[in-house]
């Protein structure tokens, strides 16, 4: 004899009592007129299961629109960064902006650029050097 008499089965639903309640559940909220609230929760699921691909698609269309490769206008190394970024070449520091065209020279507002041109024929007296000053003046006040 059993000890606890013979009344005693069990029934094993290893794995399967959880979606037997969800199923019954969901039999039950449907048998009421709740429908509507499973057919949301599958929509749901579904647009959770959907949003990172569309998110992972969209992402990878705008890195593509906004990615700039180009060479650096100074030294012509290659370098790449996204639209409208500033960045220092790592070969000769200059600082760049890069644009969709390709990456520009980026001068903080006041400076003015100055190209160099020798204007020394090729005498013998040319060997004197010749001193210039510049002298940086603060933008001027438009208000008159």
Avoid: H
């Avoid at 509507?36 to 599958?42: G, N, P, T, Y």
């Avoid at 190394?77 to 409208?84: K, R």
């Amino acid at each position: 004899m059993y000890p606890q008499g013979s009344n005693n089965y069990q029934l094993n639903f290893s794995g399967w009592g959880c979606w037997l309640t969800v199923i019954g559940i969901a039999w039950l909220l449907g048998a009421v007129g709740l429908g509507w609230l499973i057919k949301s929760l599958v929509v749901l699921f579904g647009l959770l299961l959907i949003a990172p691909v569309i998110a992972f698609i969209g992402f990878r269309w705008w890195f593509t629109r906004n990615l700039v490769e180009s060479p650096c206008p100074v030294c012509q190394t290659p370098l790449t960064s996204l639209n409208q970024a500033k960045i220092t070449c790592p070969n000769c520091q200059t600082p760049l902006k890069a644009t969709l065209k390709g990456f520009e020279r980026f001068v903080p507002d006041g400076t003015v650029e100055v190209n160099a041109v020798d204007i020394t024929d090729n005498r013998e007296d040319a060997s004197e050097a010749v001193n210039v000053e510049v002298e940086v003046l603060p933008p001027a006040d438009d208000g008159r």
